[in-house]
Every structure is written in C-alpha cells, then in structure tokens.
C-alpha cells in the first residue's frame, strides 16, 4: 500500500526530507508520493514516518495501490540493495 497525499496538503515541506526512499516531491500544487518507491516505511521504520510528521494529517493509504507487507519489504530490498534476512 503506498501512500497518497491529499489535497488538503499545506505545503509545509515536512514530509520530504523523512521519506527514507525519496519517494515524496513537489507536485504541481501539492507534495505527491511515487508509489513504485513508497513502502510506507517497511524495512526502515515501524510507521511511516511522513504520516507521523504531517501537521495536516493529509498522508493516506492510496486505494490505488493497495499491497502486502511482503510486496513492501520486497520493494524495501529491491530499494535500498539491502540483503534479505534468512
């Protein structure tokens, strides 16, 4: 499930610099998430940290692109080249 940022989004420039997948980027109007590099934190942190930090409370679960935690950590390796635990 990568996540997705509504628009509600004030532009405060917060969530970017916690992403650790650089996922998160000024959009046209609003911050936007790239899902093929959002693992909503998996592998990193135990929450997602933009979600923590937003003071808008505007960082959801994109509906769009709804998958497991398997699928995540997956994308957490592929990412980062981290080696898989056994």
Same mark, same amino acid.
């Not at 917060?14 to 909503?40: F, K, L, M, W």
């Not at 808008?56 to 957490?76: K, T």
């Given at each position: 499930?990568?996540?997705?940022?509504? !628009?509600? &989004?004030?532009? /405060?420039d917060v969530c970017e610099p916690e992403c650790p997948n650089d996922? %998160?980027?000024?959009? #046209?109007? @609003?911050?936007?998430?790239?899902? !093929?590099? &959002?693992?909503? /934190?998996?592998?990193?942190?135990?929450?997602?940290?933009?979600?923590? %930090?937003?003071?808008? #409370?505007? @960082?959801?679960?994109?509906?769009?692109?709804?998958?497991?935690?398997?699928?995540?950590?997956?994308?957490?390796?592929?990412?980062?080249?981290?080696?898989?635990?056994?």
């Amino acid at each position: 499930m990568a996540l997705l940022i509504i !628009d509600e &989004c004030i532009n /405060c420039d917060v969530c970017e610099p916690e992403c650790p997948n650089d996922a %998160i980027s000024q959009g #046209e109007e @609003i911050y936007q998430i790239d899902p !093929d590099r &959002c693992t909503e /934190c998996v592998g990193h942190f135990e929450t997602s940290q933009c979600v923590e %930090i937003c003071p808008v #409370e505007c @960082i959801l679960i994109d509906p769009q692109h709804q998958e497991s935690q398997v699928a995540l950590m997956a994308r957490y390796y592929a990412l980062t080249g981290a080696a898989k635990e056994a």
